[in-house]
């Protein structure tokens, strides 16, 4: 499990970089979801590997805060909020 952490938090980095460097603001608000979902997972994981439920229910309850500000963000940019 440690193994799974560390390679996820290196895909973490990279997506960070993509965020500051991305080609559009898309991109920008796609990496940053992503690194929500990695950041949620990453809990989860380490909730199962300590054997603490309340590890689980926050990472998946930061994943859906991020899925709803991500599509708060794409409907903001479709001009329709």
């Given amino acids: 499990m440690i193994i799974v952490q560390i390679l996820l938090g290196l895909l973490a980095v990279f997506l960070l970089y993509k965020v500051f460097k991305g080609p559009t603001i898309i991109d920008r608000v796609m990496c940053a979801d992503c690194i929500d979902i ?17 590890f689980v ?20 940019l479709e001009g329709k909020l």
């Fill in 38 to 54: 990695i950041l949620g997972v990453l809990m989860v994981v380490y909730g199962a590997k300590e054997e603490r439920a309340l």
């Fill in 57 to 76: 229910d926050l990472g998946l309850v930061l994943t859906l805060l991020g899925f709803v500000g991500t599509v708060l963000i794409c409907k903001y």
